[in-house]
């Protein structure tokens, strides 16, 4: 039997969420949940999580994983507030390690952050397979954009993360802390070589030049035919250094520095001080 996959958008960081579920057992992931955070007031809101939750509770689905793809840089996760309510098994990919020991570092977050990974349930190595209920999945380990990304693969849909974009938008920054457009590339190779049919579940749609209505879901065959960054033919040189031009004229991402001190945390904020409130970092004069 198929997944039942439904899309959640989050339209102040156009984000996608999704729920992955299986029929015959009501099991479902949560892939990439985003928590509301409003800069200016340093304020946290839980209205798009809550949406998650309301759907789950209503199709009256059992929650086996929440999967993220990556560390985020541009929204944060609502991972930890939804197992609060709905339960679950928080995981990424294994290379997370390395994310947060450069993170750690930039944050001076101290002898009390583990970079061990343990603050997800679950570190999944490439190749390795799961179920969701009775449904076959396995996770795909692509970086590039970060060291660690990781595609999911359940059946014939494949859940990306920030890996590609839609065809007219193109493909992922490697210009964060341990990206490295080289790496993209190969990572994209590999997703390529999945069957053409097989759908392709953004994490992000910005809009392409003269679109205006968000997607979110494409093909390998579309993505081969018409991305206008690595389509069928495009040499990995050419590629390395088309990327590598366009990411150094890119801004830094307006949320990056409390979505990764965060997302590194599996969705936690940073501990609360002694007078009880949680401080996020900026740190100067290093990015």
């Known amino acids: 039997m198929s997944a039942s996959i439904q899309a959640f958008f989050d339209s102040a960081t156009s984000s996608y969420s999704y729920v992955v579920s299986d029929p015959s057992t009501a099991q479902c992931a949560i892939i990439d949940p985003v928590l509301d955070y409003d800069a200016a007031a340093g304020r946290i809101q839980y209205r798009g999580a809550d949406q998650l939750i309301a759907y789950v509770r209503e199709q009256g689905l059992r929650v086996q994983w929440l999967l993220e793809t990556h560390v985020h840089a541009d929204h944060l996760s609502a991972a930890a507030y939804i197992k609060a309510a709905l339960g679950g098994c928080m995981a990424i990919g294994a290379q997370i390690t390395q994310v947060q020991r450069r993170f750690a570092k930039l944050f001076n977050a101290g002898s009390e952050f583990a ?46 993360g920030d890996t590609l974009f839609m065809p007219d938008y193109g493909t992922a920054r490697c210009d964060f802390p341990g990206g490295d457009a080289r790496t993209l590339y190969r990572s994209i190779a590999r997703l390529f070589k999945l069957p053409e049919h097989t759908q392709l579940f953004m994490c992000h749609d910005y809009l392409g030049p003269g679109r205006e209505q968000h997607q979110y879901q494409t093909s390998v065959a579309e993505q081969l035919a018409g991305n206008v960054h690595v389509h069928q033919g495009i040499s990995e040189d050419a590629f390395v250094a088309m990327r590598e031009e366009r990411d150094a004229g890119l801004a830094m991402p307006a949320l990056l520095l409390p979505a990764v001190q965060v997302n590194m945390r599996a969705g936690h904020l940073p501990p609360a001080e002694d007078n009880g409130v949680h401080y996020l970092k900026v740190p100067l004069n290093v990015l």
């Open 115 to 160: 970079v061990d990974g343990r603050q997800f349930e679950h570190l999944f190595v490439d190749g390795e397979r799961f179920q969701i209920g009775t449904l076959a999945a396995q996770a795909l380990h692509t970086p590039g954009h970060t060291p660690a990304c990781m595609t999911y693969l359940v059946g014939t849909a494949a859940f990306i």
